[in-house]
């Protein structure tokens, strides 16, 4: 059984310096989203896509952030010009709507530092 | 818009019972539970929608009441294993499907 994964698990970036998430989801699963979490806090929603169609973004995600998801398969997140407020962990959670109900499974994270 | 969790945070001893309750302000269409350990990912628990129900995992369980918009997790006997951050994540009636998490609770279980 495949779960979520992503790459990288860490990075640490110097300010203003591109970078750029990649989440694989869970082979069957058409629902991929991406949320943000600080430490002492639950994970805050950003994004997430149906297929390959992004549906909604979060008010909080700045211009900064683009997420895609070409052929709605792997999804990335970039965030351009970093800044030292971005420094949290990155998760990524796929599902599979059925009956009504919407399970998450989350992938491992990318904790990013920006100095 | 953040369901509000209690206790923040709570101790107990191998085997003793813990309670941690999810409340919203608005129309609840379903409850996530998740629990987190220290450096990894949230693993999900168990998923309730409305209508009252009460589902059960090994010793752990959870309710919601529709009326009072909440969700109740109940962990019985507790095992070491069960430390960790219990979080809620509520997707909210008219919704497209992003959960809203709460702050967490920390449950520690000593020996």
């Known amino acids: 059984d495949t779960g979520v994964s992503q790459n990288p698990r860490h990075k640490i970036t110097k300010r203003g310096q591109n970078v750029t998430f990649r989440c694989d989801p869970i082979s069957e699963h058409n629902r991929l989203y991406w949320y943000r979490q600080t430490l002492g806090q639950g994970p805050e929603f950003l994004t997430y896509?149906?297929?390959?169609?992004?549906?909604?973004k979060s008010r909080l995600l700045s211009d900064r952030f683009s997420a895609e998801r070409p052929k709605g398969s792997f999804s990335t997140l970039e965030i351009q010009r970093t800044e030292q407020g971005d420094s949290a962990m990155y998760l990524c959670?796929?599902?599979?709507?059925?009956?009504?109900?919407?399970?998450?499974?989350f992938g491992p994270g990318t904790r990013l530092t920006v100095l | 818009q953040q369901p509000v969790q209690s206790p923040q945070a709570v101790i107990l001893r191998e085997g003793e019972d813990a309670v941690i309750n999810c409340s919203s302000s608005?129309?609840?269409?379903?409850v996530h539970w998740y629990r987190q350990k220290h450096g990894e990912a949230p693993v999900f628990l168990m998923i309730?929608?409305?209508?009252?129900e009460q589902k059960g995992h090994d010793k752990i369980s959870a309710s919601f009441n529709e009326k009072k918009q909440q969700s109740s997790l109940y962990l019985t006997a507790s095992q070491l294993s069960y430390s960790g951050t219990y979080f809620c994540?509520?997707?909210?009636?008219?919704?497209?499907?992003?959960?809203?998490f709460g702050k967490g609770t920390k449950l520690s279980v000593k020996p």
């Open positions: 896509f149906q297929n390959e169609a992004q549906l909604e």
């Open positions: 608005k129309a609840l269409y379903s």
């Open positions: 309730l929608l409305k209508g009252g």
């Open positions: 959670a796929s599902s599979q709507q059925i009956a009504g109900t919407d399970t998450q499974y």
């Open positions: 994540g509520i997707w909210l009636v008219g919704s497209q499907g992003n959960l809203i």
